[in-house]
């Protein structure tokens, strides 16, 4: 039975991470989650890494048994190692998602902070650069993209919220409905804009909490040129969308192995089809 691959929960929180070669930073932040005064399993998804990534987690989850990693086989996209995090957070029965980037740009000691913005009756909590108190560190056109991107955004799209676009973020799992984030066939940065559209289209409580947004100090930065554009295009068309799609169901236990990587993260997707969020398959 497909679930019963599923590592054992241990808390009713999953902290999930994607990396791509993090090398740099994965342990200080694995052991910064660690230090944390709540406890909450880890996943860490990482789309084959070879400067030694894998070998930090895993040697810290020999010794934290709350540590699990899933390995893909190349470089998968960022959006839809987000969409695996979850869908492995539905699976395996968690009742709360949190998300950061694995560069310490996010502070793993917010995790808490989202944590009891959910508490306090959030649906959705969100880590933010451009509310009183935020911060980013980024200078040149890092900065001017992202500013730029955050605005037009909150104006395009009527958010409720000043950011939209950083990862780190927390949301009850029973309130955001099954497949609106799973079924989601953005696999890059968009990612993060689509999600947020969709959390507010469907009137869910957003918390935003000011956060101090640093810059990474070690390897390098995924976001390619072309994402940008790519992010801009996926903005215009949110804009041009009114409704979020019609909820789109998990597929049942027994039906969610994928024959290609036996895995069972099976998903039915927003365009009709079924795609694997571990290999992304599309049987
Ligand atoms: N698994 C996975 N992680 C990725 C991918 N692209 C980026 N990441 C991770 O996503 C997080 C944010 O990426 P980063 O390059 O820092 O993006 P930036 O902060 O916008 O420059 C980091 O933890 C990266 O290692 C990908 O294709 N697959
Ligand atoms: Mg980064």
Redesign the pocket.
């Known amino acids: 039975m497909a679930i019963a691959d599923l590592p054992e929960r241990r808390s009713d929180t999953l902290v999930c991470?994607?990396?791509?070669?993090?090398g740099g930073?994965i342990g200080a932040l694995l052991d910064g989650l660690l230090a944390a005064r709540r406890p909450f399993d880890i996943v860490i998804?990482?789309?084959g890494s070879t400067d030694g990534t894998q070998d930090q987690i895993l040697a810290r989850a020999k010794t934290h048994p709350q540590i699990h990693l899933i390995c893909?086989n190349g470089?998968?996209?960022?959006g839809?190692?987000h969409q695996l995090g979850w869908l492995h957070a539905r699976r395996a029965g968690y009742s709360r998602i949190v998300t950061l980037?694995?560069?310490l740009?996010h502070d793993p000691a917010d995790v808490p902070r989202l944590l009891e913005a959910l508490d306090a009756g959030a649906d959705v909590a969100i880590g933010s650069r451009f509310i009183a108190g935020g911060r980013l560190d980024y200078s040149g056109w890092?900065l001017a993209v992202s500013r730029t991107a955050n605005i037009v955004a909150r104006s395009l799209l009527a958010m409720p919220t000043y950011e939209q676009t950083t990862?780190l973020r927390a949301a009850k799992l029973a309130s955001v409905p099954e497949g609106l984030v799973e079924s989601m066939l953005r696999d890059?940065?968009a990612f993060f804009l689509s999600c947020m559209a969709r959390f507010a289209r469907d009137g869910l409580k957003i918390a935003e909490l000011p956060i101090h947004f640093r810059d990474?100090n070690s390897?390098?930065?995924?976001?390619p040129p072309f994402e940008i554009v790519r992010c801009g295009l996926n903005l215009l068309q949110l804009a041009a969308l009114r409704a979020n799609p019609a909820p789109i169901s998990l597929l049942p236990d027994n039906q969610c192995t994928c024959a290609s990587c036996g895995r069972p993260y099976l998903i039915r997707t927003e365009a009709g089809g079924i795609r694997c969020l571990a290999c992304l398959a599309e049987p």
């Not at 991470?17 to 993090?22: D, L």
């Not at 470089?75 to 960022?78: D, Q």
């Open positions: 991470t994607p990396t791509y070669n993090e930073s998804i990482d789309d893909r470089k998968l996209g960022i839809s190692a980037d694995a560069d740009s890092r990862s890059g940065y990474r390897g390098q930065s995924k976001l």
